[in-house]
């Protein structure tokens, strides 16, 4: 096998072709060819353990072995058109693949994942493949996200992937639409997930954009539409003890959605019950246990157990410090008729929030403001309405409505119509609170899990 392999080596003054801009000489030389004991699992054992440096040295000689295998035995069957070719084809695209997420993980541990667009700029030769291009684009978009999932950032990278219906890689589809499907229109958006769902083999995705589906007809005031939905794909659902721990949370989230859409306390219940059996796993990391935790207050202030729900809030706060979490502590106030809440929405650094975000605050300040009849508040929850948005029409006429009889208010200071417009505040997050984090798709799912087997790269338990 050496003896074949080295007549595809790059010169030793060539670029070595692990990707990372060395010469071959001074980079996986001398040791690409020994297979003993190489394998994605002892890798991964290495980034468990925090020995980065070796997991990393160890990834690029595997990608330069398997590269080497690649251009020795698959592709002069692709050139001589061998009928065989398409299957190793796909084999080494996959391993590669693999590969490349060891080794973006290796730079997101070591704290170098700015230079990793470079080095997948360097990967582009190792297969020459139009799914393989793909790949590397897609990994060269991740790493650009990678820390704080910009909107703006990913709005303008995932266009490189535009027509996205002449695309088959469902991940690529997956990382379009956590950008973009709010811009979609609704059946456009509604075929876009039914098409991903066709290449999908994990329950727990396919549950997943079942469920964002059913929020597409949430987001249009269709409630009866989507109720129907998520209880159809909670019903076509195996739950098994073996599942996935994403699979577990994703049908956690799909129970606490069904249990809000038919008002059904017990539901309610059930799904805080199975996030509390969630937070028993190791493998969540604190920005998972954070995420479970605010999951748990959700079903407790839907069960309209404030204090305990303002408790699991603090809880997941104190994790993750998101700035988001101090608006539903202040909506949990709010609904106990506790003023407090206006001090808690208040301290909130809105510059630290996403769009999402951003509209949930300024919309539970108004209703908070509203509610306890407090004239500065109400002036600066209205500022925060008119420079907030929404790309869902309903809602943003609702918005522009209430920035309306919120400017009436002021002006006329009188709180005749009070009722009526908590009422219409109160619609306005109702559906906002619910989306994100049920439709959000979990890419970036190594921040959720700490284990990395339960990456998706090489998860064992999917």
Request: charged content about 25%.
């Amino acid at each position: 096998m050496s003896t074949k392999l080295k007549k595809y080596e790059p010169s030793k003054k060539s670029l070595c072709l692990c990707g990372s801009g060395e010469k071959f000489k001074h980079c996986c030389f001398g040791n690409h060819l020994v297979i003993s004991g190489r394998s994605s699992s002892n890798i991964i054992d290495l980034i468990n353990e925090g020995e980065l440096t070796e997991a990393l040295r160890a990834t690029r000689e595997y990608i330069t072995f398997y590269t080497l295998c690649h251009k020795a035995n698959t592709e002069p069957f692709i050139k001589s058109n061998n009928k065989g070719a398409s299957y190793f084809l796909n084999i080494d695209i996959k391993a590669l693949d693999e590969l490349v997420d060891l080794l973006l993980e290796c730079y997101r541990k070591l704290g170098q994942v700015e230079r990793f667009e470079n080095v997948c700029e360097h990967l582009r030769r190792n297969i020459l493949d139009p799914r393989w291009q793909k790949r590397v684009t897609y990994y060269q978009v991740l790493s650009k996200l990678d820390g704080n999932w910009s909107q703006i950032i990913g709005e303008k990278e995932v266009t490189k992937f535009e027509p996205i219906w002449e695309e088959t890689d469902p991940e690529i589809i997956q990382l379009y639409l956590h950008f973009k499907s709010e811009q979609l229109p609704l059946m456009e958006r509604v075929k876009l997930y039914e098409y991903l769902i066709s290449l999908l083999e994990d329950n727990g995705h396919i549950l997943q954009y079942r469920m964002a589906i059913a929020i597409s007809y949430l987001c249009v005031c269709d409630e009866e539409t989507a109720l129907k939905l998520v209880s159809e794909a909670m019903e076509e659902y195996v739950e098994e003890e073996n599942n996935s721990l994403y699979s577990k949370l994703i049908y956690a989230r799909c129970l606490s959605l069904r249990g809000d859409l038919s008002r059904n306390g017990k539901l309610k219940r059930l799904a805080y019950n199975k996030f509390e059996e969630i937070l028993k796993y190791k493998d969540l990391s604190d920005l998972g246990a954070s995420e479970v935790w605010y999951e748990m207050a959700s079903c407790l202030f839907h069960l309209a157990k404030f204090d305990e729900a303002i408790s699991s809030y603090q809880r997941a706060y104190e994790i993750s410090g998101k700035e988001v979490i101090k608006v539903f502590v202040a909506l949990c106030m709010a609904d106990k008729s506790d003023k407090e809440a206006l001090t808690v929405l208040a301290s909130v650094d809105s510059s630290s929030l996403n769009k999402s975000e951003f509209f949930d605050f300024a919309v539970n300040y108004a209703y908070a403001a509203t509610k306890f009849e407090s004239r500065t508040a109400i002036q600066s929850s209205l500022e925060l309405l008119k420079s907030a948005a929404c790309s869902e029409p309903v809602f943003e006429q609702r918005r522009l409505k209430s920035i309306c009889e919120l400017n009436e208010l002021l002006v006329t200071g009188k709180y005749s119509k009070k009722q009526y417009l908590l009422d219409m505040l109160k619609s306005l997050s109702k559906y906002l609170v619910i989306q994100p984090n049920v439709a959000g798709i979990g890419l970036n799912i190594n921040q959720m899990f700490e284990d990395q087997k339960t990456n998706k790269a090489f998860k064992s338990d999917s």
